[in-house]
């Protein structure tokens, strides 16, 4: 929306305008409130008109959702189709980023018009996310934000004081000639610039001269007022001046302006000042009003207005008609434009504005495919529902939508029914793009019922049959439910001919969304990533021509496995985690559980095996209940990523990236495994992965590997260090903490007679554990014997070790003594023992002893 332009003559607000410029270098937000008619707005537009940057304009309507003016916003700013998708936090926060970009500034008019919440949006989650960019908003109160919203400045106008008054009065002089009364115009009006203005047009009188100027306008006065007073948007001029005869119009025109009745914006648009709009609309009967509605409707059709802002008046004056089927008409016939120009959720909030009662079958099958589009499956299906069982037409039409919805919510035998119906419908009945479709679904709905093999030799069957773009559509297929099937490597070649016929024969906007972000799914899960990069720029530049939330969840799902395989793991999982959410709140369960079980195998495969079980098992449940054959073998193959499950066979887990660090990590520890020490540190000096959490157990497998192969080479205190970086490195990432643990164990099994283990205070026996944990004095005299067995300890060493400090015969030779006694008795039976040597004692240990020290601890 144009930013309008302040009047030639903007006099005595130079102080305001200089404040408010100056602080908004210092704050990021300012709101300008005062009754009407003190200048709010034209403060405001003056200060746009000295912005040196881009100036974002949005003037509100009366309870105008505070979602509506962030799309819109967006929308001037991206140039292109902008999302009203769910949760409304994340396009807020992309405003943010995007006023930032542009150092722009947002200028919101009559703020204080918003509904519940409204300025709160702006001034504390908008303002609070701002860096370069800046908000000023007008408003005729104060809005009271809590104490925890940032810093804005708070700009009360107030009329001017008399010598600005009385210059303002003296620059009209030298505008429109002299005019007396400036005393009774400041004794009456007080600095009130609006009321000035009208008072130096001669409008003087004691009674109120908004009533007084509405009771005195002529009939044809009265009609363009009471047209503009009951349209919500600035009408062209061209379009208004069609309500009186040729050439009346334009000079009565000329009279309101003067008059300051109407006002003109830069770009000729006409409205009704604030002041004027009630006094107008509340004079007009209901005869007049009905009779201004249908004006308006009718030179509404080819108003030169933007092509949705002009649909959506024609709309509202249809409505208060009750001509609310023809609105419905309108909305079917220009609902592409409002996708294409990222309306969607105007356009949707438009059919709801029909009571229900009205809306035909086509506006209900409207209603559903917009509710789809904006990612509410859940409402959309159960439009259709309601449809379906009316047995309303168009039937086929009607089957096919109801069919993809009930796919979409896991009514997979639903779904089924109702594609076959389409498809076994007589020759000549069903178009052939309906066919198609159906045949589409059909093969998609039987491969998630497990049916892929059958389902691909009719999609082969299909394509003997269908031409150009529709016969690209069939590969696609093909291609999707082999991925679906866990063939990838099967899936690329048809994915790759689908590709080629879009380049020559361009397909829908789905499929110009949905084909490159499968291939740059397919892609990057083959390991080739920067392949995988150029499907993604295809996929986002094609999302922009149009609005389709749906199809922007599924690029953000994409482009998050194109994070996970390029390394950027924990973004990708936060990413994947955000798409459920939406799927989930919006109700499309088919891909909620395909996806909640995609991150349950991620995080199975970052070593948070618990966690990732979890999701596995409440993706599986859900599965079941929709017979998901296909998500269920989806599910047992994520599964497989657990390591310690993997090694149980003695072999090295498979990967699928030959070249990952994952890959070299796991050929390490099994090189450990076999005692291959040259293999072990070549494949280690390969593996170098990043020093990020995302890396973390790939990290901590190198680690692991060389405490496997120290175990097994007899290095003892070496092998517990490693082992105990590779805890750590581990913890990094939120690894569980018994993985790290299990896979030493397994791969390195402990080949031991006896083994202290200073970490848990426990020494074992052969199938014997004698814990040491309430023994604190024993427990130092034989870690410090064990730390060096077979070498003779000195008492003064050993008192050190057991009392920190120096050795004194008198209190420590008994001590010694006794507790040596203690530990010779825990010691029976067993390959160790203690003996005396004239200078201290030693500890005599088998060959299969094990020490696994906790250094840093106090014993």
Avoid at 694 to 710: E, P, S, T
Wanted: with cysteine.
């Amino acid at each position: 929306m144009r930013v309008p332009s302040p009047p030639t003559l903007f006099l005595g607000r130079d102080a305001e305008l200089e404040r408010l410029r100056s602080m908004l270098d210092r704050v990021r937000s300012a709101l300008v409130f005062g009754v009407a008619g003190v200048g709010k707005s034209t403060l405001a537009y003056a200060l746009a008109a000295r912005w040196p940057h881009p100036v974002i304009y949005h003037r509100v309507e009366e309870d105008e959702p505070a979602g509506v003016v962030v799309d819109r916003a967006l929308h001037q700013l991206a140039r292109d189709a902008v999302p009203a998708s769910t949760p409304e936090a994340e396009r807020v926060a992309e405003l943010a980023e995007r006023l930032d970009a542009a150092s722009a500034l947002l200028l919101i008019d009559d703020v204080h018009r918003l509904g519940p919440g409204g300025p709160a949006l702006f001034f504390h989650q908008l303002a609070g996310q701002l860096r370069t960019g800046r908000l000023v908003a007008t408003s005729r109160e104060l809005n009271v934000l809590g104490p925890d919203a940032p810093d804005r400045l708070e700009l009360r106008l107030d009329g001017l004081d008399e010598s600005g008054a009385r210059l303002l009065w003296t620059s009209l002089d030298e505008l429109y000639g002299p005019s007396t009364g400036f005393e009774l115009a400041w004794a009456r009006f007080r600095g009130n610039p609006f009321l000035l203005r009208r008072g130096h047009a001669g409008d003087l009188s004691e009674e109120d001269p908004i009533a007084r100027s509405v009771a005195q306008l002529s009939a044809p006065e009265r009609r363009l007022a009471g047209a503009l007073a009951l349209a919500s948007v600035p009408l062209p001029t061209a379009a208004l001046l069609k309500l009186l005869p040729a050439p009346d119009g334009r000079p009565v025109l000329r009279r309101l302006v003067t008059r300051m009745v109407v006002s003109l914006d830069g770009a000729g648009g006409c409205s009704l000042h604030d002041l004027f709009r009630e006094a107008v609309t509340a004079a007009l009967g209901e005869a007049e009003r009905r009779e201004l509605h249908e004006a308006l409707a009718s030179l509404l059709r080819e108003a030169e207005l933007e092509p949705v802002a002009r649909v959506a008046e024609l709309c509202r004056h249809l409505r208060a008609l009750g001509r609310h089927e023809e609105a419905g008409g309108v909305l079917a016939e220009t609902a592409a434009q409002w996708v294409r120009d990222g309306a969607t959720a105007e356009l949707l909030r438009a059919l709801e504005a029909i009571p229900p009662v009205r809306r035909t079958p086509e506006v209900r099958i409207l209603r559903s495919r917009t509710l789809a589009r904006l990612l509410e499956v859940r409402r959309a299906y159960e439009e259709l529902h309601g449809l379906v069982e009316s047995g309303v037409s168009p039937r086929f039409e009607l089957k096919l939508a109801y069919g993809h919805l009930a796919m979409l919510t896991a009514r997979l035998d639903v779904a089924a029914v109702a594609m076959q119906e389409v498809l076994s419908s007589a020759p000549g009945e069903a178009p052939p793009a309906l066919r198609l479709r159906a045949g589409l679904g059909l093969a998609l709905t039987g491969t998630y019922l497990g049916g892929g093999e059958t389902a691909r030799e009719r999609l082969a069957y299909a394509r003997s049959k269908y031409p150009g773009f529709e016969r690209g559509f069939l590969w696609f297929c093909t291609a999707f439910t082999l991925w679906l099937d866990g063939r990838p490597e099967e899936a690329e070649e048809p994915m790759r001919t689908a590709l080629a016929i879009f380049q020559e024969a361009p397909a829908t906007f789905r499929g110009a969304v949905l084909a490159p972000a499968f291939a740059m799914v397919l892609l990057a899960t083959l390991g080739q990533l920067d392949e995988a990069e150029q499907m993604q720029a295809v996929a986002e530049a094609a999302v922009k021509r149009g609005e389709d939330v749906r199809m922007r969840m599924y690029l953000r799902a994409s482009k998050a496995v194109l994070h996970f395989e390029r390394g950027e793991r924990l973004r990708a999982l936060a990413e994947l985690r955000a798409v459920l959410d939406a799927l989930a709140r919006g109700g499309e369960v088919l891909w909620a559980l395909w996806t909640r079980a995609w991150i349950g195998g991620w995080l199975v495969e970052l070593g948070r095996v618990r966690e990732g079980r979890e999701a596995l098992a409440d993706a599986e449940q859900g599965m079941r209940g929709a017979a998901m054959e296909a998500g269920l073998r989806f599910v047992e193959r994520a599964r497989k990523a657990d390591l310690v499950g993997q090694w149980e066979a003695g072999a090295p887990p498979a990967t699928g990236r030959a070249t990952s660090f994952r890959a070299r990590a796991l050929a390490a520890l099994d090189a450990a495994r076999q005692g291959d020490s040259r293999r072990l540190h070549v494949l280690l000096e390969e593996a170098r992965p990043p020093a990020t959490p995302d890396f973390a157990l790939d990290r901590a497998l190198g680690h692991l590997a060389l405490a496997v192969a120290a175990r097994r080479e007899g290095r003892g205190e070496e092998s517990a260090r490693a082992l105990a970086e590779a805890g750590r490195v581990a913890a990094e990432g939120r690894v569980d903490p018994e993985v790290v643990p299990a896979l030493f164990e397994r791969l390195a099994p402990v080949r031991y007679q006896a083994l202290l283990d200073a970490r848990g205070h426990v020494l074992s026996l052969g199938g014997r554990q004698v814990s040491l944990r309430r023994r604190p004095v024993l427990r130092r005299l034989l870690y410090a014997l064990a730390s060096r067995p077979g070498i003779v300890l000195t008492k003064e060493e050993l008192a050190v070790a057991i009392w920190s400090a120096g050795y004194d015969p008198l209190r420590h030779d008994n001590a010694l003594r006794v507790n040596v006694r203690y530990l010779r008795e825990l010691l029976a039976g067993s390959p160790l023992s203690v003996e005396f040597d004239d200078t201290g004692y030693l500890l005599k240990v088998p060959e299969g002893f094990e020490y696994l020290d906790a250094p840093g601890t106090d014993f």
